[in-house]
C-alpha cells in the first residue's frame, strides 16, 4: 500500500522536496517530504520512490511525521503545573529548577532516590541511544526501568547466553527463504520487529512467487495469518512446548545438522536429554495442535532448502518468554539455518562491530535487586512491571523523584492506576516528553524535545536488524522554534546541572571516551580521530566516527569508505548489499568463540516448563493482546488520522465463546482478570481460537487531566489494567499474553 498525505497549496507556490526515512516503526521506509520553506510546514508527505529497499511503499504511519509536528496539543516551550493548571516557563528558568531540584534530592537520600523510566519512541531518535548511557551512568541510580521490559528483553538475554551479546540478533533472511514459519509475529501490522522490511506483504508475495510458502502458528487469524499457506492455532503462552517438541523430533529423527556450526556448539548432548519429555503428543493437549500438525510442520521445515523460523514479541511477553526465544534460534542452528542464506543471518551495519575481536560478554543480570520482591536486574534495569510497587515503597532508601524520558509508562506498563498514585507519592516529578499524558500530567515539570522532523536521524537499531544491510542519514527538513531543545541537549542539560558539569563538558566525556574506543578497536591514531570529528558538539560526530570505523568505513585513513559526509550526500539511502552466510564465529563474544545451548538460567526454566507439561488446557479465556496499522502504542491516539474510522478498542471472541456466555456482537462486556475489570465492546470473530479472546494495546485513555483531547474521544480500554504482575522469570519481561480472564455481559 502506499499512503500520500497532502494538504492544499496554492498555485505556484515554491517547494523543496527532502527526503528522509520514516520514523515510527521499524521498517524505517523512505520518505519523500516536501516543505514550503517560507511558512516552515509540510506540505506532503509520500513514500521515496527512489529508496532501494521501500522503493516509494509506505504505510498509514508515515503521515505521523505531518501530523505530529501540527498537533495543538504537543508542547513547545517547558511548563510546570501549578495550583492554577499547568504554566509555560523559559527554558532557563525549568532547567535551573528541574537541576536544583534533583540535586538537592540525590545530596539529601542518595543516588537511588532518583528513578527513571525510558520509553520505547527513544528507538527511533539516534541521539537518545548515543546519549542514554552517559545519563544512566552519571544519575548512578539502580531504579532504572525501560519500556524494555514489557517487550523485548527475553530475546537479548537468550542471545547474549548464546552468542556473548545482549544486542546479536538473528535475523531472517526473508528475501531468500522458502519456507518462512512466523510466531508471535505480525510483520504485515507491524512491518517487521527484528526484521526490518518495509512492505511485507510484497515480500511475502515474493516468497510465494519463488515457490516458497509462508506458515504463521498464532492464537489469532492475524492480518498475516489471513495470507498464509498454512495458520495453525496455538494456545497464548505455550509456545516453548511446541518449539521443544520439533526440538524433540529433530534428535528423534536423527534431523540434527548444524552445518558450519557443528563444531562450536556445546552443550548439544544434554539438550537432548532435555527435549526428550517433550514429545509432539506430550505437548498437544497444552498447546491446542494436533500431534499430527506438529510432525507435518516439522517434515516440512526440514524438507525445505531455505527454511527459517522466526518468533517475535508474542514470545517474548509470555510466561516462557526466554525459552521461547532461546528455541527459535535452537530450532535454527540444529537444522543448519543459522548464519546461512534463507536462514536467520546477522546483519552487518555501517556502524556495527568488527570480527576481528576476541573481546568476551560478561553478563550483565543480578548485579543489583528490587528493594520489595528481591527480583534481579538484566542490563541496568529492573522490570517495569514492578515500578508501581518499587516506587510506592516506603523503606530507608525510598524513591523520592523520577524522571521520565519519551514514556507513557501509566498506559504501557502494568498496574497503570497503582503506578498514579505513586507517582503522585514522590517529591519531585520531571518528564521529557512533548505531551501532557496519563504519566506527565503527574509531573511537576515536562520539558518538551523537537519532534521527528525538527532534527536529524540515524537508525542505528533498525539498520542492526535489517533484511538487508543499508545506510540512510535523514536530515533536519524543518526549523525548530527558537530556544528549542533536542533530546540530547535534555538529557545533558540534566545531568551536567545534578553533577555540576555543563553540557560541552559532558559531551566532551563521551566524546573522548568513543575515540579512545575505536583508536583501540581500528587501530587508527586517536589525535588523528578526534581531528577528523571537528569540533562541533553533539551527536553528529560521534555517528561520522562509528562509521568512519565500521565494517565499510575509511578507518580515519582516507580512502573510499563510508563517512557521515558520505552517506549524507546519498540522500535516498546507500545499499550495502544482502545479509552474507559465514558471519559465526567472528562476531561471537563467547568463551573460545562457541554456541553456548544451555546456561543455568534456561536448564531451571526448562524444569518449571516440564512441571507444566501435563497441566492441561485452562478452564478460563485467554487473553492476548493486538496492534493495528494506525497504532504504535498510546503515543498517535491524539492525531484525528490514526483514530478516526470505527472503534477498534474491542474485545475480540470466537463465536461459540460469545454463544456460550449469551453475548451478540457489539454488546458491552466485563473482562475481569485476577488484577481489574474493565468494560469494552465485544466484537465477534472467527479469527480468534476458541478460548482465547484479544484486546489492543495503547489505549485507557480515561484520566480527564491529560492534554491530549481526541486520544480522551477515543479512550478504549488498557489491556494491561487486567495483565497482572506476573513476569517471565529470567529476563524479567511482563506476561502480557496468555493472561487469564472471564468475560461476562455487563449490567444493563
Known amino acids: 500500500m502506499e499512503a500520500t498525505a497532502a494538504s492544499e497549496r496554492p498555485r505556484g507556490q515554491a517547494t523543496e522536496t527532502v527526503f528522509r526515512s520514516c520514523p515510527v516503526c521499524e521498517a524505517s521506509c523512505g520518505l519523500a517530504v516536501e516543505v514550503d520553506r517560507a511558512a516552515n510546514r509540510v506540505v506532503s508527505v509520500r513514500g521515496d520512490a527512489q529508496d532501494h529497499r521501500s522503493r516509494g511503499y509506505v504505510c498509514a504511519k508515515s503521515q505521523v511525521v505531518k501530523d505530529l509536528h501540527e498537533d495543538p496539543a504537543r508542547l513547545r516551550r517547558p511548563v510546570r503545573r501549578t495550583e492554577n493548571g499547568w504554566e509555560e516557563m523559559e527554558w532557563e528558568a525549568a532547567l535551573a529548577l528541574v537541576g536544583e531540584r534533583l540535586a538537592a534530592i540525590r545530596a539529601a537520600h542518595g543516588n537511588d532516590a532518583i528513578a527513571m523510566y525510558y520509553g520505547n519512541p527513544n528507538g527511533h531518535n539516534f541521539d537518545a541511544q548515543i546519549y542514554t548511557q552517559l545519563f544512566i551512568t552519571l544519575l548512578e541510580t539502580q531504579r532504572f526501568f525501560s519500556a524494555g521490559s514489557v517487550d523485548q528483553q527475553p530475546k537479548n538475554l537468550s542471545c547474549e547466553l548464546l552468542y556473548g551479546s545482549a544486542w ?15 510466531m508471535g509475529g505480525n510483520p504485515l501490522v507491524s512491518q517487521g520487529s527484528l526484521m526490518s522490511a518495509p512492505d511485507a506483504a510484497g515480500r511475502f508475495a515474493a516468497l510465494r512467487a519463488r515457490g516458497g510458502a509462508l506458515v504463521v502458528i498464532d492464537p489469532r487469524r492475524s492480518e498475516t495469518a489471513a495470507i498464509a499457506d498454512w495458520h495453525l492455532f496455538i494456545r497464548p503462552g505455550t509456545d516453548a512446548f511446541l518449539l521443544f517438541a520439533l526440538v524433540n523430533l529433530l534428535f528423534a529423527q536423527d534431523r540434527v ?11 548439544l548432548e544434554r539438550l537432548r536429554e532435555l527435549a526428550a519429555p517433550f514429545t509432539p503428543e506430550a505437548v498437544a493437549g497444552i498447546t491446542g495442535v494436533a500431534a499430527a500438525d506438529i510432525r507435518r510442520l516439522c517434515d516440512r521445515f526440514c524438507a525445505a532448502r531455505k527454511p527459517v523460523l522466526y518468533g517475535r514479541i508474542g514470545l517474548c511477553t509470555q510466561e516462557f518468554g526466554t525459552l521461547a526465544s532461546w528455541l527459535v534460534d535452537v530450532v535454527n542452528l540444529l537444522r543448519g539455518r543459522l548464519d546461512a542464506e534463507g536462514g536467520a543471518m546477522f546483519p552487518r551495519p555501517a556502524t556495527g562491530q568488527g570480527e576481528d575481536s576476541d573481546s568476551v560478554g560478561e553478563l550483565l543480570r543480578g548485579r543489583w535487586h528490587s528493594k520489595v520482591r528481591g527480583f534481579p536486574e538484566y542490563m541496568s534495569m ?10 510506592a515503597w516506603d523503606g530507608p532508601d525510598r524513591a523520592r523523584a523520577l524522571i521520565t524520558v519519551a514514556g507513557n509508562p501509566v498506559l504501557s506498563v502494568p498496574n ?3 503506578l498514579r498514585e505513586a507517582i503522585d507519592g514522590l517529591d519531585f516529578v520531571v518528564a521529557l516528553d512533548i505531551y501532557i499524558n496519563e504519566t506527565t500530567s503527574r509531573a511537576d515539570v515536562i520539558l518538551p524535545s523537537t519532534v521527528q522532523l525538527e532534527h536529524s ?27 528549542a531543545r533536542d533530546q540530547w541537549q535534555l538529557m545533558l542539560e540534566i545531568c551536567g546541572r545534578v553533577n555540576g558539569l555543563t553540557v560541552e563538558q559532558l559531551d566532551a566525556m563521551i566524546f573522548e571516551g568513543l575515540s579512545a574506543r575505536l583508536a583501540a578497536a581500528t587501530g587508527a591514531d586517536a589525535a588523528r580521530i578526534r581531528e577528523l570529528a571537528g569540533t562541533e558538539p553533539g551527536p553528529e560526530r560521534l555517528l561520522d566516527m562509528m562509521l568512519r570505523a565500521g565494517p565499510y568505513g575509511d578507518r580515519f585513513g582516507g580512502g573510499e569508505g563510508l563517512t557521515l559526509a558520505r552517506v549524507k550526500a546519498a540522500e535516498h539511502g546507500i545499499d550495502l548489499g544482502p545479509l552474507t552466510p559465514g558471519r ?22 526448562v524444569g518449571r516448563l516440564h512441571a507444566r507439561l501435563h497441566a492441561g488446557p485452562p478452564g478460563e479465556l485467554l487473553l492476548i493482546g493486538r496492534r493495528h496499522i494506525r497504532d504504535m502504542n498510546s503515543w498517535l491516539h491524539n492525531l484525528p488520522h490514526f483514530v478516526r474510522g470505527r472503534n477498534r478498542c474491542t474485545l475480540r471472541m470466537h463465536p461459540d465463546d460469545a454463544a456460550a456466555r449469551g453475548l451478540a456482537d457489539g454488546a458491552t462486556v466485563c473482562v475481569r482478570s485476577a488484577a481489574a475489570e474493565r468494560t469494552v465492546p465485544v466484537e465477534i470473530s472467527d479469527e480468534m481460537m476458541p478460548g482465547v479472546v484479544s484486546l489492543p494495546h495503547g489505549f485507557g485513555h480515561r484520566h480527564a487531566d491529560t492534554g491530549q483531547p481526541h486520544a480522551q474521544a477515543h479512550a478504549g480500554v488498557s489491556a494491561n489494567d487486567l495483565v497482572g504482575d506476573g513476569l517471565d522469570l529470567p529476563s524479567g519481561t511482563s506476561i502480557v499474553n496468555g493472561v487469564p480472564v472471564e468475560v461476562r455481559a455487563a449490567p444493563p
Open 257 to 267: 545438522d548444524p552445518g558450519h556450526l557443528a563444531g562450536r556448539i556445546d552443550g
Open 457 to 483: 536521524n540515524y537508525d542505528f537499531l533498525f539498520q542492526s536488524t535489517s533484511v538487508r544491510n543499508f545506510a540512510r542519514y535523514s536530515p533536519r527538513v524543518l526549523a525548530p522554534e527558537p530556544g
Open 168 to 182: 546479536t540478533f538473528p535475523i531472517p533472511d526473508l528475501d531468500r527463504s522458502d519456507f518462512f514459519v512466523c
Open 416 to 418: 497503570g492506576d497503582r
Open 584 to 605: 559465526l564465529p567472528g562476531i561471537l563474544r563467547t568463551e573460545g568463540k562457541r554456541i553456548r545451548l544451555l546456561h543455568p538460567l534456561l536448564e531451571e526454566d
Open 382 to 391: 529492573l522490570p517495569a512491571t514492578l515500578m508501581a510497587e518499587e516506587l
